[in-house]
């Protein structure tokens, strides 16, 4: 794994998602085959494959401090282009940073991981007057689950977390996104865990080799995805 600390000219980015996002990393650790995140390379100069090279944003929280101030209030979604809890979070602490400037501002926030390391944050996820985090968790079958995503936590540790964070009274949801088969066996799981539920597909194509080595088919409906949620009365909004 290569790590560089840079210096970062920004931080907070317009985004389709929310206001804006920030991502304090370059880069992601945990390197899912399916990830739409990968175009990010081109704007680097990196030769290692994606996973394999993480660019620190040393500078995160300062620039956050004085970009704040500067543009109109509005959610901010962490992240939209990296897990702002991966692994190397846990030494740099750039998430909590930036965490703790928005929480001063009294900023929005929606954050998206698939780390439990977010629970770490707990004490100042409770400080925030609007504030949501969401799992991304693409199915409830531990082997289509290694296939695709093996250096991700379990299905089990974030279901766990996710729960932990429901019961403290913040507002949590599961992105299942991709749908990957096997997104079914989540359904029963997600009980009094989560405020809703975002399903959406695999609309590109990174993945497409490991579909056809595993002799796997990609769901392209999430109708029987959906009743199965509402039957639970788990809210649920399908993006495709």
């Given amino acids: 794994m290569k790590i560089k600390e840079i210096k970062a000219k920004g931080i907070l980015s317009t985004s389709q998602v929310a206001d804006w996002t920030i991502n304090p990393y370059v880069g992601c650790q ?74 001063a501002h009294n900023w929005p926030i929606t954050i998206q991981t698939k780390s439990p390391l977010v629970l770490r944050d707990l004490d100042l996820l409770k400080l925030f007057s609007q504030a949501e985090v969401g799992f991304t968790i693409t199915t ?7 296939i695709f995503e093996p250096r991700v936590p379990s299905i089990e540790l974030r279901l766990a977390a996710l729960e932990k964070l429901h019961q403290a009274g913040i507002k949590t949801y599961v992105m299942i996104a991709p749908l990957l088969p096997g997104a079914d066996k989540l359904v029963s799981k997600l009980k009094n865990k989560v405020d809703y539920v975002l399903i959406d597909k ?23 995805l959906a009743n199965l949620l509402k039957k639970e009365d788990i809210p649920c909004q399908v993006l495709f």
């Avoid at 175009?39 to 704040?68: Q, Y």
């Avoid at 409830?140 to 290694?146: E, L």
């Fill in 202 to 224: 695999l609309n590109y194509h990174y993945a497409d080799r490991l579909f056809q080595e595993h002799n796997l088919a990609k769901v392209e409906r999430a109708d029987e």
């Fill in 30 to 103: 945990y390197a899912c085959a399916y990830c739409y995140a990968k175009f990010m390379k081109r704007f680097t100069a990196h030769r290692e494959e994606w996973g394999g090279f993480i660019d620190v944003k040393v500078n995160a929280p300062e620039l956050l401090k004085k970009e704040i101030l500067k543009k109109k209030k509005g959610r901010v979604w962490i992240s939209g282009v990296c897990d702002p809890y991966q692994p190397i979070e846990e030494k740099y602490q750039l998430t909590r940073q930036c965490l703790e400037v928005l929480r």
């Fill in 140 to 146: 409830g079958d531990a082997r289509i689950k290694q």
